[in-house]
């Protein structure tokens, strides 16, 4: 059976395999290596014969350690399944995180998930156990913060189906989100094919310092990039400035680079790695990673002129950074804080200032450090008698990191001030908030310290806007009430009736001075021998299906196809394939399906998720019930979208419900990495249009047929001829980005069927 832990003997291996990879890489490129390189191109398959074309050529790779969440990870066992292996290949865990829903406070929300997600947590238990996985069950944390805690190391490649997976790069891992069928082929044994990414450097001087935190640089860093600056790029944090980070500080700017759209992000290894990987429990790793400390920072070349070696360089000086924030509706909107409350004021931004709910968590900041700098915040405003005027809910990161702040005080410090604890889970950063009607429905203001905030993203309510911050900021605005309140300036009354203005919070230690607390274990470890265990899927139930493979192409082109939607705007997983409700269902894929679309914006009518039967002529149907008209009718369908199309989650079933309902195709002026890939993995054609202004040419009642199918060849445009009802036709030309092994995947259907043959 494959160890699970990360032993010396494991981070041994990964180091031997990375010198002999790059040994060949240096003799074949002759130039200096970036971080990024020494780790992805050490984890080559192949490194005599792999074709090294940043931007271009598509890597084989084999990565060490796989991790799951329980939502995709319903999908991607119930994929592995069909492989016929018995056991995984690579070392894998599932994470219980995502099901569970904020309703009141932790432990009753704990307790209700438990009762009714019980047929999926024992699906899950069951199959870790058969498979090989180690189990993390409900309760146990975010799959991120539980990784950090217990695998990630300096230069291990691990993959996980959440978008971000990248938080392990805090440690020093290359970490990549890839949807459920990517981590199904390397856990049955196959190389993980990905595209040779580009470099960016974000060079780092100074030291951060009062207010600003580790959040406020990739807020800084989003609102440079933009959503789409990162794609196929992985984004390297170096210069002296980077040293001064602790480890969970860098694991909040890698975790918050999924929404740059890159692949992922990273720091070189450093004392405050070595720091972290003591203090939870894993010292033994820190010799081994200091004698090959030449493989995992740049080379010193590449440091001392970084202009040379990447295709873009992001300088700044942390000493002179302030605190930002990011929203509504996009995590790339970006501003100081300094300039918020001039656009709270101005009517045209349509900002509300009273905020409804300030939220503090998530996987993205809820590490010891985190919630000890928003603890010394609410201890000013209790020494003054005030507690939070709107409601305050805080994520622990993890069981671990619960125990310990409950043992150490900062938990009753939020509590003190009005907070709410809420389980150790995803919760409303993805959507798992039953919040009332009364807050949601009505155009209204949260604050967060989570990672996404597209609209619908945390309530489900297209009206509520999100503007993330740091932890402590968040507190602060807890306190303040208003959005154009900066506590940097402004002042608050205390119980006495005088103002006083809140200091900024003492520095916090990265790690507690007395150890971490496990708290209450719930990792359960894999048998030496599942063989004998049964996986048994009740054909009625609502929550889980068997999958079938999907129908190889039948060689012909596809012909008057119609245009299911015409998506306007971003159009993000989160957009095609809602969470919140409809998570329960993930397992199912044809229950799940209902939902498809549901929160895009359809160009052809301007509302969110219904169109038009082109069939029937009926107006105003859900995007999924005509989807399932056309397919009964054996006609196939295409789906056009925007800019970046599928950014955000790595959600698989955004492309999984497209195939099971009859699409064969998406057609945009751009795609995200990940949702890109996923598409092509399903067996469908994510095609981009040579002209980006071609776009507006597509109409409601066009019959699209794409030619020439057959002879179809990387680099290669696609044939796109459009039929318009009034008579008249176009030719387009479609770009791709099939490789000739990917368009394997389309002949016969899916990866995973090439898999099979």
Not at 389 to 396: D, R
Not at 429 to 457: A, D, H, L, M
Request: aromatic share 8%.
């Amino acid at each position: 059976m494959v160890a699970i832990e990360s032993t010396p003997e494991m981070a041994s291996a990964v180091y031997a395999t990375m010198e002999r990879n790059l040994g060949v890489v240096r003799r074949r490129l002759g130039r200096p290596l970036t971080l990024a390189d020494k780790i992805v191109l050490g984890h080559l398959d192949d490194p005599e014969h792999q074709e090294l074309v940043p931007g271009q050529s598509y890597l084989l790779l084999r990565p060490d350690r796989v991790v799951f969440q329980d939502v995709l990870g319903q999908t991607g066992l119930l994929q592995f399944m069909q492989t016929r292996r018995e056991r995984v290949a690579v070392p894998a865990t599932i994470h219980c995180d995502h099901l569970i829903q904020a309703r009141v406070e932790g432990e009753s929300d704990l307790r209700e998930s438990l009762a009714e997600n019980k047929e999926v947590y024992e699906f899950l238990r069951s199959a870790a156990a058969k498979f090989g996985l180690g189990f993390w069950g409900p309760g146990a944390g975010i799959i991120h913060q539980v990784v950090l805690e217990n695998y990630a190391f300096p230069g291990e490649m691990i993959i996980g189906t959440d978008s971000h997976t990248p938080n392990a790069g805090g440690l020093g891992a290359c970490a990549v989100g890839v949807g459920g069928a990517d981590a199904v082929e390397v856990i049955a044994g196959l190389p993980w094919e990905v595209l040779y990414p580009r470099h960016i450097a974000v060079y780092l001087t100074g030291q951060m310092s009062g207010w600003t935190a580790p959040k406020d640089v990739i807020l800084y860093v989003a609102g440079q990039l933009t959503v789409s600056g990162g794609t196929n790029a992985i984004v390297e944090y170096i210069g002296p400035g980077a040293r001064t980070i602790s480890a969970t500080g860098k694991a909040t700017i890698t975790n918050m680079g999924a929404e740059l759209g890159a692949t992922t992000s990273i720091f070189p290894a450093d004392e405050h790695m070595a720091a972290y990987l003591r203090a939870t429990g894993k010292a033994a790793l820190v010799p081994l990673f200091q004698q090959h400390q030449h493989l995992l920072e740049p080379d010193k070349e590449v440091e001392a002129d970084p202009a040379k070696y990447y295709d873009r360089v992001v300088e700044l000086d942390l000493s002179e950074l302030e605190p930002y924030i990011v929203g509504p509706h996009s995590p790339d909107r970006a501003r100081p804080i300094s300039q918020l409350a001039a656009e709270v004021r101005d009517s045209k931004n349509g900002f509300i200032d009273e905020i409804s709910t300030a939220l503090i968590g998530s996987c993205t900041n809820s590490s010891y450090e985190d919630m000890s700098r928003a603890a010394d915040v609410a201890e000013q405003a209790k020494a003054h008698g005030i507690k939070a005027g709107v409601p305050f809910l805080v994520t622990p990161g993890s069981e671990e990191v619960r125990a310990t702040i409950e043992r150490d005080g900062q938990m009753q410090s939020l509590k003190e001030v009005g907070g709410t604890v809420l389980a150790n889970a995803c919760g409303p950063c993805i959507g798992q908030w039953r919040r009332s009607q009364e807050e949601s429905t009505k155009p209204n203001t949260i604050v967060t310290s989570y990672n996404r905030n597209f609209p619908r993203r945390n309530d489900g309510q297209p009206t509520t806007m999100n503007f993330i911050g740091s932890p402590e900021i968040v507190t602060a605005f807890a306190l303040g009430k208003r959005l154009s309140f900066n506590p940097l300036t402004d002042t608050l009354t205390g119980a006495d009736g005088q103002p006083f203005r809140l200091e900024p919070p003492k520095p916090a230690p990265e790690v507690p001075a007395h150890g971490f607390d496990p708290g209450h274990a719930t990792y359960i470890a894999p048998p030496e021998d599942g063989s004998k265990i049964k996986l048994e899927v009740d054909p009625t139930s609502e929550r889980l299906q068997l999958m079938e493979p999907w129908a190889a192409w039948d060689h012909k082109d596809f012909v008057d196809c119609p245009v299911l939607i015409k998506t306007q705007g971003k159009t993000t997983t989160d957009h095609i394939s809602p969470a919140g409700p409809w998570l329960r269902y993930r397992g199912h894929l044809d229950k799940f399906s209902d939902n498809m679309f549901m929160g895009a914006t359809n160009a052809f009518t301007g509302e969110a998720g219904t169109g038009v039967d082109v069939l029937t002529g009926e107006k105003g149907l859900m995007i999924s019930k005509i989807a399932r008209d056309y397919k009964a009718h054996a006609i196939k369908w295409v789906a056009v979208g925007d800019h970046n199309y599928g950014e955000g989650s790595s959600r698989e079933h955004a492309a999984l419900s497209p195939r099971l309902l009859g699409g064969c195709a998406v057609i945009a002026r751009s795609f995200a990495r990940i949702h890109e890939s996923n598409l092509k993995k399903q067996g469908l054609l994510a095609l981009t249009f040579q002209d980006a202004a071609d776009y507006d040419k597509i109409r409601a009642d066009d019959r699209l047929s794409l030619v020439g199918l057959e002879e179809m060849a990387p680099g290669q445009p696609v044939e796109c001829r459009i039929k318009h009802a009034d008579g008249t036709t176009e030719t387009l030309k479609l770009n791709h980005t099939f490789s000739a092994s990917q368009l394997e995947w389309f002949r016969k259907g899916s990866a995973l069927n090439l898999f099979h043959n």
